[in-house]
Protein backbone atom coordinates (compact mmCIF):
# COMPACT_ATOMS: atom_id res chain seq x y z
CA UNK A 1 0.00 0.00 0.00
CA UNK A 2 2.74 2.49 0.85
CA UNK A 3 5.01 1.38 -2.32
CA UNK A 4 1.63 2.11 -4.56
CA UNK A 5 1.16 5.62 -2.59
CA UNK A 6 4.64 6.67 -3.01
CA UNK A 7 4.68 5.80 -6.65
CA UNK A 8 1.48 7.48 -7.65
CA UNK A 9 1.90 10.71 -5.71
CA UNK A 10 5.61 11.16 -6.18
CA UNK A 11 5.81 12.13 -10.37
CA UNK A 12 3.37 14.68 -9.88
CA UNK A 13 5.77 16.32 -7.22
CA UNK A 14 9.08 15.93 -8.72
CA UNK A 15 7.24 17.18 -12.05
CA UNK A 16 6.05 20.31 -9.94
CA UNK A 17 9.94 20.93 -8.75
CA UNK A 18 11.35 20.42 -11.92
CA UNK A 19 9.06 23.22 -13.58
CA UNK A 20 9.19 25.57 -10.51
CA UNK A 21 12.85 25.02 -8.93
CA UNK A 22 14.51 26.73 -12.06
CA UNK A 23 12.05 29.23 -12.37
CA UNK A 24 12.61 30.52 -8.45
CA UNK A 25 16.44 29.37 -8.55
CA UNK A 26 16.47 31.91 -11.72
CA UNK A 27 14.57 34.56 -9.70
CA UNK A 28 16.41 34.35 -6.59
CA UNK A 29 19.71 34.80 -7.87
CA UNK A 30 18.52 37.78 -10.05
CA UNK A 31 17.18 39.15 -6.79
CA UNK A 32 20.77 38.43 -4.89
CA UNK A 33 22.41 40.87 -7.94
CA UNK A 34 20.51 43.30 -7.86
CA UNK A 35 21.08 43.47 -3.95
CA UNK A 36 24.76 42.49 -4.00
CA UNK A 37 25.66 46.69 -3.59
CA UNK A 38 24.48 46.47 0.16
CA UNK A 39 26.82 43.92 1.06
CA UNK A 40 29.74 46.14 0.67
CA UNK A 41 28.02 49.70 0.57
CA UNK A 42 25.18 49.42 2.90
CA UNK A 43 21.79 50.04 2.51
CA UNK A 44 20.14 52.49 -0.92
CA UNK A 45 19.12 55.59 0.99
CA UNK A 46 16.27 56.79 -1.65
CA UNK A 47 13.74 59.14 -1.46
CA UNK A 48 11.18 57.22 0.52
CA UNK A 49 13.50 55.02 2.93
CA UNK A 50 12.82 57.13 5.93
CA UNK A 51 9.33 56.75 5.30
CA UNK A 52 9.19 52.93 4.67
CA UNK A 53 11.47 52.17 7.64
CA UNK A 54 9.99 54.29 9.98
CA UNK A 55 6.52 52.53 9.03
CA UNK A 56 7.65 49.05 9.99
CA UNK A 57 9.20 50.13 12.76
CA UNK A 58 6.00 51.12 14.35
CA UNK A 59 3.85 48.89 13.28
CA UNK A 60 6.54 46.03 14.84
CA UNK A 61 6.28 48.34 17.85
CA UNK A 62 2.08 48.27 18.08
CA UNK A 63 1.76 44.49 17.42
CA UNK A 64 4.16 44.15 20.87
CA UNK A 65 1.45 46.25 22.15
CA UNK A 66 -1.12 43.73 21.33
CA UNK A 67 -2.74 45.65 18.43
CA UNK A 68 -2.43 43.42 15.34
CA UNK A 69 -3.95 46.14 12.50
CA UNK A 70 -2.57 49.23 13.21
CA UNK A 71 -4.24 52.98 12.06
CA UNK A 72 -2.53 55.05 13.93
CA UNK A 73 1.35 56.15 13.63
CA UNK A 74 2.58 56.15 17.03
CA UNK A 75 5.88 57.82 16.36
CA UNK A 76 5.37 59.84 14.07
CA UNK A 77 5.64 63.79 14.19
CA UNK A 78 7.94 63.13 17.39
CA UNK A 79 5.44 61.05 19.02
CA UNK A 80 2.41 63.55 18.45
CA UNK A 81 1.50 60.70 15.66
CA UNK A 82 -0.88 60.63 12.11
CA UNK A 83 -3.09 58.70 10.82
CA UNK A 84 -0.82 57.63 8.65
CA UNK A 85 -2.08 53.87 8.20
CA UNK A 86 -5.36 55.04 7.44
CA UNK A 87 -4.41 56.51 4.24
CA UNK A 88 -1.19 54.59 3.02
CA UNK A 89 -1.90 50.98 1.80
CA UNK A 90 -1.20 48.65 4.31
CA UNK A 91 0.62 45.48 2.55
CA UNK A 92 4.71 47.00 2.40
CA UNK A 93 4.42 47.80 5.91
CA UNK A 94 2.76 44.75 7.41
CA UNK A 95 5.42 42.81 5.39
CA UNK A 96 8.39 45.06 6.28
CA UNK A 97 7.05 45.09 10.05
CA UNK A 98 7.30 41.29 9.79
CA UNK A 99 10.50 40.83 8.40
CA UNK A 100 11.69 42.71 11.03
CA UNK A 101 10.80 40.14 13.59
CA UNK A 102 12.45 37.28 10.99
CA UNK A 103 16.20 39.35 10.09
CA UNK A 104 17.92 42.10 12.13
CA UNK A 105 17.01 45.42 11.07
CA UNK A 106 19.48 46.76 9.20
CA UNK A 107 18.67 44.00 6.58
CA UNK A 108 14.98 44.56 6.45
CA UNK A 109 15.26 46.76 3.05
CA UNK A 110 17.46 44.18 1.45
CA UNK A 111 15.25 40.70 2.38
CA UNK A 112 12.07 42.48 1.53
CA UNK A 113 13.85 43.34 -1.78
CA UNK A 114 15.11 39.68 -2.32
CA UNK A 115 11.36 38.52 -1.44
CA UNK A 116 9.70 40.80 -3.82
CA UNK A 117 11.90 40.52 -6.82
CA UNK A 118 12.37 36.71 -6.26
CA UNK A 119 8.25 36.68 -6.33
CA UNK A 120 7.82 38.95 -8.96
CA UNK A 121 10.37 36.67 -11.32
CA UNK A 122 8.56 33.73 -10.38
CA UNK A 123 4.72 35.46 -11.18
CA UNK A 124 6.19 36.59 -14.46
CA UNK A 125 7.32 32.97 -15.33
CA UNK A 126 4.07 31.85 -14.45
CA UNK A 127 2.60 33.75 -17.13
CA UNK A 128 5.35 33.95 -19.84
CA UNK A 129 5.45 29.79 -19.73
CA UNK A 130 1.43 30.02 -20.78
CA UNK A 131 2.79 31.91 -24.13
CA UNK A 132 6.32 31.22 -25.10
CA UNK A 133 8.45 28.31 -24.26
CA UNK A 134 10.15 27.60 -20.61
CA UNK A 135 13.83 28.49 -22.18
CA UNK A 136 12.13 31.99 -22.62
CA UNK A 137 9.74 32.20 -19.38
CA UNK A 138 12.85 31.40 -17.54
CA UNK A 139 14.99 34.34 -19.32
CA UNK A 140 11.55 36.60 -18.92
CA UNK A 141 11.51 35.86 -15.28
CA UNK A 142 15.35 37.05 -15.03
CA UNK A 143 14.86 40.39 -16.77
CA UNK A 144 11.61 41.22 -14.74
CA UNK A 145 13.45 40.66 -11.16
CA UNK A 146 16.11 43.25 -12.26
CA UNK A 147 13.95 45.38 -14.94
CA UNK A 148 14.96 49.16 -15.41
CA UNK A 149 12.16 51.03 -12.99
CA UNK A 150 12.65 48.33 -10.36
CA UNK A 151 16.33 49.04 -10.41
CA UNK A 152 15.75 53.10 -10.25
CA UNK A 153 13.45 52.03 -7.33
CA UNK A 154 15.46 49.97 -5.58
CA UNK A 155 18.92 52.35 -5.58
CA UNK A 156 17.50 55.92 -6.02
CA UNK A 157 14.07 55.48 -4.72
CA UNK A 158 13.53 53.26 -1.99
CA UNK A 159 9.73 53.26 -2.23
CA UNK A 160 9.03 49.67 -1.41
CA UNK A 161 5.35 50.06 -1.68
CA UNK A 162 5.59 50.80 -5.77
CA UNK A 163 8.48 47.17 -5.56
CA UNK A 164 5.68 44.97 -4.28
CA UNK A 165 2.48 46.23 -6.38
CA UNK A 166 4.96 46.12 -9.32
CA UNK A 167 5.43 41.90 -8.65
CA UNK A 168 1.73 41.99 -9.08
CA UNK A 169 1.70 43.33 -12.65
CA UNK A 170 2.24 40.11 -14.80
CA UNK A 171 -0.43 37.88 -13.18
CA UNK A 172 -2.80 41.12 -13.11
CA UNK A 173 -2.66 41.72 -16.74
CA UNK A 174 -2.92 37.85 -17.45
CA UNK A 175 -5.94 37.12 -15.60
CA UNK A 176 -7.15 40.44 -17.21
CA UNK A 177 -6.23 39.20 -21.09
CA UNK A 178 -8.48 35.91 -19.97
CA UNK A 179 -11.18 37.73 -18.91
CA UNK A 180 -11.07 39.54 -21.90
CA UNK A 181 -10.57 36.54 -23.65
CA UNK A 182 -7.81 37.91 -25.51
CA UNK A 183 -5.21 35.29 -24.13
CA UNK A 184 -5.30 31.52 -24.46
CA UNK A 185 -7.33 29.53 -21.59
CA UNK A 186 -8.05 26.16 -21.36
CA UNK A 187 -10.57 26.72 -18.49
CA UNK A 188 -13.98 27.69 -19.22
CA UNK A 189 -14.91 28.69 -15.89
CA UNK A 190 -15.44 32.63 -16.20
CA UNK A 191 -16.65 33.49 -12.70
CA UNK A 192 -13.32 31.83 -11.53
CA UNK A 193 -11.28 33.97 -13.83
CA UNK A 194 -13.01 37.15 -12.92
CA UNK A 195 -12.91 36.03 -8.46
CA UNK A 196 -9.23 35.68 -9.25
CA UNK A 197 -8.72 38.94 -11.47
CA UNK A 198 -10.06 40.90 -8.84
CA UNK A 199 -8.17 39.53 -5.81
CA UNK A 200 -4.94 40.32 -7.95
CA UNK A 201 -6.25 43.84 -8.54
CA UNK A 202 -6.99 44.39 -5.00
CA UNK A 203 -3.49 43.23 -4.15
CA UNK A 204 -1.82 46.38 -6.30
CA UNK A 205 -3.92 48.56 -4.47
CA UNK A 206 -3.33 47.38 -1.29
CA UNK A 207 0.33 47.40 -2.17
CA UNK A 208 0.30 51.04 -3.67
CA UNK A 209 -2.72 53.64 -4.17
CA UNK A 210 -0.44 55.44 -7.92
CA UNK A 211 -0.32 51.74 -8.76
CA UNK A 212 -3.91 50.99 -7.93
CA UNK A 213 -4.51 53.89 -10.20
CA UNK A 214 -2.61 53.28 -13.08
CA UNK A 215 -3.62 49.57 -12.55
CA UNK A 216 -7.35 50.44 -12.90
CA UNK A 217 -7.20 52.57 -16.25
CA UNK A 218 -4.72 50.45 -17.68
CA UNK A 219 -7.14 47.25 -17.11
CA UNK A 220 -9.94 49.44 -18.28
CA UNK A 221 -8.39 50.46 -21.38
CA UNK A 222 -7.72 46.45 -22.30
CA UNK A 223 -10.74 45.68 -21.51
CA UNK A 224 -12.43 48.18 -23.83
CA UNK A 225 -9.91 47.51 -26.02
CA UNK A 226 -11.05 43.73 -26.64
CA UNK A 227 -14.81 45.47 -27.06
CA UNK A 228 -13.92 46.59 -29.88
CA UNK A 229 -11.74 43.85 -31.67
CA UNK A 230 -14.07 40.92 -30.39
CA UNK A 231 -17.27 43.21 -31.07
CA UNK A 232 -18.80 42.23 -28.06
CA UNK A 233 -20.00 43.90 -24.80
CA UNK A 234 -18.73 40.91 -22.79
CA UNK A 235 -15.22 41.70 -22.19
CA UNK A 236 -16.41 45.16 -20.69
CA UNK A 237 -18.92 43.52 -18.64
CA UNK A 238 -16.86 40.96 -17.35
CA UNK A 239 -13.85 43.50 -16.77
CA UNK A 240 -16.55 45.97 -14.76
CA UNK A 241 -17.50 42.89 -12.88
CA UNK A 242 -13.97 41.94 -12.13
CA UNK A 243 -13.08 45.85 -11.31
CA UNK A 244 -16.23 45.98 -9.09
CA UNK A 245 -15.30 42.77 -6.93
CA UNK A 246 -11.78 43.77 -6.65
CA UNK A 247 -12.54 47.57 -5.34
CA UNK A 248 -14.82 45.31 -3.01
CA UNK A 249 -12.39 43.33 -1.47
CA UNK A 250 -9.97 46.66 -0.45
CA UNK A 251 -12.86 48.52 0.93
CA UNK A 252 -11.70 48.21 4.13
CA UNK A 253 -9.07 50.19 2.86
CA UNK A 254 -10.08 52.29 0.26
CA UNK A 255 -13.32 53.66 2.08
CA UNK A 256 -11.83 55.14 5.03
CA UNK A 257 -8.94 56.58 3.06
CA UNK A 258 -10.93 58.18 0.58
CA UNK A 259 -13.65 59.45 3.54
CA UNK A 260 -11.40 60.52 5.88
CA UNK A 261 -9.29 62.64 3.35
CA UNK A 262 -11.59 65.67 4.55
CA UNK A 263 -9.89 65.34 7.82
CA UNK A 264 -5.81 65.64 6.66
CA UNK A 265 -4.40 68.35 4.62
CA UNK A 266 -4.17 65.69 1.74
CA UNK A 267 -3.46 68.33 -0.78
CA UNK A 268 -0.37 68.66 0.26
CA UNK A 269 0.44 65.56 -1.61
CA UNK A 270 0.23 67.85 -4.57
CA UNK A 271 2.74 70.55 -3.62
CA UNK A 272 5.22 71.97 -5.47
CA UNK A 273 7.82 69.66 -6.49
CA UNK A 274 5.26 66.45 -7.21
CA UNK A 275 2.58 68.25 -9.59
CA UNK A 276 2.66 65.98 -12.73
CA UNK A 277 2.97 68.97 -15.14
CA UNK A 278 6.69 69.46 -13.13
CA UNK A 279 7.65 65.64 -13.43
CA UNK A 280 6.92 64.87 -16.93
CA UNK A 281 10.02 63.22 -18.98
CA UNK A 282 13.01 66.02 -18.79
CA UNK A 283 11.06 68.46 -17.26
CA UNK A 284 12.75 70.89 -15.21
CA UNK A 285 11.90 73.04 -12.21
CA UNK A 286 14.08 75.88 -10.52
CA UNK A 287 14.90 72.68 -8.03
CA UNK A 288 18.18 71.69 -8.94
CA UNK A 289 18.18 68.17 -7.21
CA UNK A 290 14.47 67.59 -8.41
CA UNK A 291 15.68 68.17 -12.11
CA UNK A 292 19.12 65.94 -11.52
CA UNK A 293 16.57 62.74 -10.41
CA UNK A 294 14.20 63.69 -13.19
CA UNK A 295 16.82 63.48 -15.69
CA UNK A 296 17.65 59.84 -14.41
CA UNK A 297 14.07 58.79 -14.29
CA UNK A 298 13.75 59.92 -17.69
CA UNK A 299 16.44 58.40 -19.10
CA UNK A 300 15.54 55.05 -17.66
CA UNK A 301 11.88 55.86 -18.96
CA UNK A 302 13.28 56.46 -22.51
CA UNK A 303 15.42 53.28 -22.51
CA UNK A 304 12.73 50.57 -21.62
CA UNK A 305 10.53 52.77 -24.54
CA UNK A 306 13.10 52.04 -26.74
CA UNK A 307 13.90 48.58 -25.56
CA UNK A 308 9.92 47.75 -25.83
CA UNK A 309 9.66 49.13 -29.59
CA UNK A 310 12.39 47.56 -30.93
CA UNK A 311 11.83 43.93 -29.64
CA UNK A 312 8.35 44.41 -30.35
CA UNK A 313 9.16 44.09 -33.66
CA UNK A 314 11.68 41.25 -33.05
CA UNK A 315 8.56 39.27 -31.19
CA UNK A 316 5.93 40.26 -34.28
CA UNK A 317 7.36 37.27 -35.70
CA UNK A 318 7.28 34.84 -32.72
CA UNK A 319 3.46 36.19 -32.22
CA UNK A 320 2.47 35.55 -36.04
CA UNK A 321 4.18 31.80 -35.68
CA UNK A 322 1.86 30.89 -32.13
CA UNK A 323 -1.05 32.76 -33.32
CA UNK A 324 -0.93 35.02 -30.99
CA UNK A 325 -1.37 38.21 -32.97
CA UNK A 326 -4.10 39.62 -30.69
CA UNK A 327 -1.85 39.14 -27.81
CA UNK A 328 1.13 41.25 -29.38
CA UNK A 329 -1.20 43.84 -30.56
CA UNK A 330 -2.67 44.40 -27.29
CA UNK A 331 0.54 44.50 -25.21
CA UNK A 332 2.10 47.27 -28.09
CA UNK A 333 -1.56 49.67 -27.15
CA UNK A 334 -0.75 49.09 -23.20
CA UNK A 335 2.99 49.99 -24.04
CA UNK A 336 1.65 52.67 -26.51
CA UNK A 337 -0.41 54.15 -23.79
CA UNK A 338 2.11 53.81 -20.99
CA UNK A 339 5.02 55.76 -22.85
CA UNK A 340 2.18 58.21 -24.14
CA UNK A 341 1.34 58.83 -20.74
CA UNK A 342 4.59 59.72 -19.59
CA UNK A 343 5.25 62.72 -21.74
CA UNK A 344 3.57 66.29 -21.89
CA UNK A 345 1.14 65.74 -24.97
CA UNK A 346 -1.24 64.08 -22.51
CA UNK A 347 -1.22 66.78 -20.02
CA UNK A 348 -5.11 67.04 -20.99
CA UNK A 349 -5.68 63.78 -19.66
CA UNK A 350 -3.93 64.52 -15.86
CA UNK A 351 -5.95 67.53 -15.46
CA UNK A 352 -9.51 66.03 -16.44
CA UNK A 353 -9.52 61.97 -15.80
CA UNK A 354 -10.01 61.02 -11.97
CA UNK A 355 -7.43 60.73 -9.44
CA UNK A 356 -4.76 60.10 -12.35
CA UNK A 357 -3.27 63.39 -10.78
CA UNK A 358 -2.23 61.61 -7.34
CA UNK A 359 0.01 59.09 -9.47
CA UNK A 360 2.33 62.39 -9.25
CA UNK A 361 4.98 61.09 -11.43
CA UNK A 362 4.46 60.52 -15.01
CA UNK A 363 7.23 58.53 -15.34
CA UNK A 364 5.71 55.94 -12.65
CA UNK A 365 4.04 54.19 -16.00
CA UNK A 366 7.38 52.94 -16.49
CA UNK A 367 6.22 49.78 -14.19
CA UNK A 368 3.34 49.60 -16.54
CA UNK A 369 5.50 49.78 -19.30
CA UNK A 370 7.55 46.67 -17.84
CA UNK A 371 5.22 43.98 -18.50
CA UNK A 372 5.05 44.47 -22.41
CA UNK A 373 8.76 45.03 -22.35
CA UNK A 374 9.54 41.87 -20.66
CA UNK A 375 6.91 39.73 -22.79
CA UNK A 376 8.48 41.42 -26.09
CA UNK A 377 11.99 40.71 -24.99
CA UNK A 378 11.54 37.17 -24.09
CA UNK A 379 9.82 36.72 -27.14
CA UNK A 380 12.56 38.16 -29.32
CA UNK A 381 14.99 35.86 -27.24
CA UNK A 382 13.08 32.62 -27.78
CA UNK A 383 13.58 33.50 -31.33
CA UNK A 384 15.81 30.83 -33.27
CA UNK A 385 17.68 33.14 -34.96
CA UNK A 386 19.22 36.06 -33.34
CA UNK A 387 17.79 35.06 -30.01
CA UNK A 388 21.00 34.72 -28.13
CA UNK A 389 21.25 38.29 -29.50
CA UNK A 390 18.87 39.70 -28.29
CA UNK A 391 19.20 38.24 -24.52
CA UNK A 392 22.77 39.57 -24.38
CA UNK A 393 22.30 43.06 -25.55
CA UNK A 394 19.21 42.90 -22.86
CA UNK A 395 21.37 41.91 -20.30
CA UNK A 396 24.34 44.53 -21.31
CA UNK A 397 21.72 47.32 -20.81
CA UNK A 398 20.87 46.30 -17.58
CA UNK A 399 23.80 45.39 -16.11
CA UNK A 400 24.75 49.45 -17.48
CA UNK A 401 21.44 50.61 -15.88
CA UNK A 402 22.01 48.98 -12.79
CA UNK A 403 25.86 50.52 -12.31
CA UNK A 404 25.01 54.15 -13.28
CA UNK A 405 22.46 54.00 -10.84
CA UNK A 406 24.46 52.22 -7.91
CA UNK A 407 27.44 55.13 -8.35
CA UNK A 408 24.55 58.36 -8.62
CA UNK A 409 22.59 57.43 -5.37
CA UNK A 410 23.50 57.84 -1.37
CA UNK A 411 24.23 54.81 0.45
CA UNK A 412 23.98 54.75 4.16
CA UNK A 413 23.69 51.87 7.05
CA UNK A 414 22.43 54.20 9.64
CA UNK A 415 18.90 55.08 8.32
CA UNK A 416 17.22 52.45 10.52
CA UNK A 417 19.57 52.14 13.60
CA UNK A 418 18.76 55.97 13.84
CA UNK A 419 15.07 56.18 13.63
CA UNK A 420 15.25 52.71 16.23
CA UNK A 421 17.42 54.97 18.37
CA UNK A 422 15.11 57.56 18.24
CA UNK A 423 12.04 55.85 19.39
CA UNK A 424 14.13 54.66 22.58
CA UNK A 425 14.87 57.84 23.22
CA UNK A 426 10.67 58.72 23.33
CA UNK A 427 11.01 61.18 20.44
CA UNK A 428 10.14 59.36 17.54
CA UNK A 429 10.54 60.52 13.60
CA UNK A 430 8.91 63.26 11.68
CA UNK A 431 5.46 63.28 10.29
CA UNK A 432 4.31 63.45 6.74
CA UNK A 433 2.38 66.46 5.11
CA UNK A 434 -0.25 65.30 3.51
CA UNK A 435 -1.51 63.35 7.13
CA UNK A 436 -1.53 66.17 9.22
CA UNK A 437 -4.73 66.29 10.73
CA UNK A 438 -6.73 69.58 9.33
CA UNK A 439 -5.88 72.45 10.65
CA UNK A 440 -2.53 71.69 12.43
CA UNK A 441 1.13 72.68 10.99
CA UNK A 442 3.28 69.86 12.19
CA UNK A 443 6.68 72.08 11.76
CA UNK A 444 5.30 73.91 14.21
CA UNK A 445 5.32 70.32 16.83
CA UNK A 446 8.25 70.09 19.31
CA UNK A 447 10.95 67.48 18.77
CA UNK A 448 10.84 66.74 22.75
CA UNK A 449 7.66 67.23 24.65
CA UNK A 450 6.88 64.97 27.64
CA UNK A 451 3.56 63.16 27.13
CA UNK A 452 1.51 64.67 29.42
CA UNK A 453 1.81 68.46 30.77
CA UNK A 454 0.05 70.79 33.11
CA UNK A 455 -0.86 73.58 31.56
CA UNK A 456 -2.20 76.58 33.48
CA UNK A 457 -6.04 78.13 32.93
CA UNK A 458 -6.58 80.94 31.26
CA UNK A 459 -7.16 83.09 35.18
CA UNK A 460 -4.09 81.56 36.24
CA UNK A 461 -1.43 84.37 35.55
CA UNK A 462 0.60 81.62 33.40
CA UNK A 463 1.29 79.89 36.51
CA UNK A 464 0.66 75.67 36.27
CA UNK A 465 -1.08 74.08 39.00
CA UNK A 466 0.61 71.36 41.22
CA UNK A 467 -0.79 68.12 40.18
CA UNK A 468 -0.44 64.22 40.25
CA UNK A 469 -0.59 62.78 37.00
CA UNK A 470 -0.67 58.40 36.76
CA UNK A 471 0.05 56.90 33.45
CA UNK A 472 -2.03 53.34 33.89
CA UNK A 473 -1.81 53.23 29.65
CA UNK A 474 0.00 54.66 26.76
CA UNK A 475 -0.31 52.61 23.41
CA UNK A 476 -0.88 53.98 19.65
CA UNK A 477 -4.48 53.94 20.07
CA UNK A 478 -5.12 54.55 24.09
CA UNK A 479 -4.23 56.58 26.69
CA UNK A 480 -5.82 55.43 30.42
CA UNK A 481 -4.36 58.30 33.16
CA UNK A 482 -5.18 59.76 35.94
CA UNK A 483 -4.67 63.32 37.30
CA UNK A 484 -5.32 64.70 40.95
CA UNK A 485 -5.29 68.42 41.41
CA UNK A 486 -6.55 70.80 44.45
CA UNK A 487 -7.62 73.47 41.34
CA UNK A 488 -8.78 73.55 37.85
CA UNK A 489 -6.09 73.06 34.99
CA UNK A 490 -5.61 72.03 31.38
CA UNK A 491 -3.89 69.38 31.00
CA UNK A 492 -1.30 68.88 27.34
CA UNK A 493 -1.25 65.54 26.02
CA UNK A 494 1.56 64.37 23.11
CA UNK A 495 -1.03 63.17 20.51
CA UNK A 496 -2.49 65.50 17.55
CA UNK A 497 -6.40 65.26 17.79
CA UNK A 498 -8.21 63.92 15.20
CA UNK A 499 -12.24 63.40 14.72
CA UNK A 500 -11.70 59.17 15.51
CA UNK A 501 -10.39 59.89 18.59
CA UNK A 502 -13.02 59.17 21.72
CA UNK A 503 -12.20 61.07 24.91
CA UNK A 504 -14.14 60.64 27.98
CA UNK A 505 -13.11 62.19 31.47
CA UNK A 506 -14.72 60.28 34.53
CA UNK A 507 -17.19 58.44 31.71
CA UNK A 508 -18.58 61.45 29.98
CA UNK A 509 -17.41 62.06 26.35
CA UNK A 510 -15.73 65.41 26.02
CA UNK A 511 -14.45 67.53 23.07
CA UNK A 512 -10.77 68.13 23.85
CA UNK A 513 -9.67 72.19 23.06
CA UNK A 514 -6.59 72.19 20.80
CA UNK A 515 -3.26 74.35 20.66
CA UNK A 516 -2.66 77.77 19.25
CA UNK A 517 0.12 77.04 17.01
CA UNK A 518 -0.80 72.87 15.94
CA UNK A 519 -3.47 70.76 16.67
CA UNK A 520 -2.30 69.21 20.20
CA UNK A 521 -5.02 67.49 22.10
CA UNK A 522 -5.58 69.70 25.44
CA UNK A 523 -8.18 68.80 27.98
CA UNK A 524 -9.88 71.44 30.69
CA UNK A 525 -10.09 69.43 34.04
CA UNK A 526 -11.69 70.21 37.26
CA UNK A 527 -10.36 70.36 40.91
CA UNK A 528 -10.04 66.97 42.57
CA UNK A 529 -9.46 63.71 40.53
CA UNK A 530 -9.83 62.81 36.93
CA UNK A 531 -9.54 59.73 35.20
CA UNK A 532 -9.17 60.35 31.31
CA UNK A 533 -9.86 57.51 28.61
CA UNK A 534 -8.82 58.16 25.29
CA UNK A 535 -9.09 55.48 22.58
CA UNK A 536 -8.79 55.02 19.28
CA UNK A 537 -12.63 54.37 17.76
CA UNK A 538 -13.96 52.63 14.91
CA UNK A 539 -15.44 55.22 12.55
CA UNK A 540 -18.47 54.42 10.92
CA UNK A 541 -16.74 55.06 7.29
CA UNK A 542 -14.31 51.66 8.74
CA UNK A 543 -17.01 49.38 9.93
CA UNK A 544 -18.66 50.01 6.31
CA UNK A 545 -15.28 49.51 4.60
CA UNK A 546 -14.43 46.14 7.10
CA UNK A 547 -18.79 45.28 6.13
CA UNK A 548 -17.84 45.79 2.41
CA UNK A 549 -14.72 43.73 2.71
CA UNK A 550 -16.16 40.84 3.86
CA UNK A 551 -18.86 40.65 1.91
CA UNK A 552 -16.96 40.92 -1.56
CA UNK A 553 -14.83 38.17 0.06
CA UNK A 554 -17.50 35.96 0.35
CA UNK A 555 -18.62 36.65 -3.50
CA UNK A 556 -15.10 36.00 -4.43
CA UNK A 557 -14.51 32.82 -2.89
CA UNK A 558 -18.18 31.52 -3.90
CA UNK A 559 -17.25 32.71 -7.43
CA UNK A 560 -13.88 30.45 -6.76
CA UNK A 561 -15.28 27.25 -5.26
CA UNK A 562 -19.17 27.53 -8.13
CA UNK A 563 -19.20 24.33 -9.58
CA UNK A 564 -17.89 23.76 -13.25
CA UNK A 565 -20.59 25.31 -15.75
CA UNK A 566 -23.00 22.85 -17.89
CA UNK A 567 -24.22 25.28 -19.91
CA UNK A 568 -21.94 27.75 -22.90
CA UNK A 569 -19.80 30.43 -21.75
CA UNK A 570 -21.79 33.64 -20.46
Known amino acids: MTTAATISTNPPRLSFLRKWLPAFAVSLTAALIVVSPFFWLGTASGH ?59 AVPMAFIVLVQTAAGVFTFSVVRRLLPERAALFGAALYAANPDALLI ?65 VALLFAWAAVTEKSWRPLLRGAGGLALGFGLTGFYLLPAAYEQRWVNIGQVLSSGLLPAQNFLYARISDPEHNDFNWIASSVAVLMMVMTGIASIAAYRESVERDRKKLWRTLLLISAAASLMMIRVTSIFWEVLPKLRFVQFPWRWMSILAVPWVFFLAAACARKKLGWLWGGV ?51 LPEKAARVKVLPTEHALGVAPNALIRVERWTAEEKDLRVTAREPLRLALRLLDYPAWHVEVNG ?48 ALLMLCWPRERARDV
Open 48 to 106: DIQFHASSWLDVAGQWKEGIVFPRWTEWANHGFGEPRFLFYPPMSWVLGAALGFVVPWN
Open 154 to 218: IYVRSDFAELLAMAFFPLLFLVALQVSGIAENQCHRPNRKIAFFSVVFAAVWLSNAPAGVMASYS
Open 394 to 444: ALALLAGTGTYLVKHTWWDAEDIPSLRAAIAQDQGFDGTDEYDPLGDDHYN
Open 508 to 555: MQVTPERGENFSQMILPLGAGGSRIVVRFARTKDRILGDFVSGVSLLA
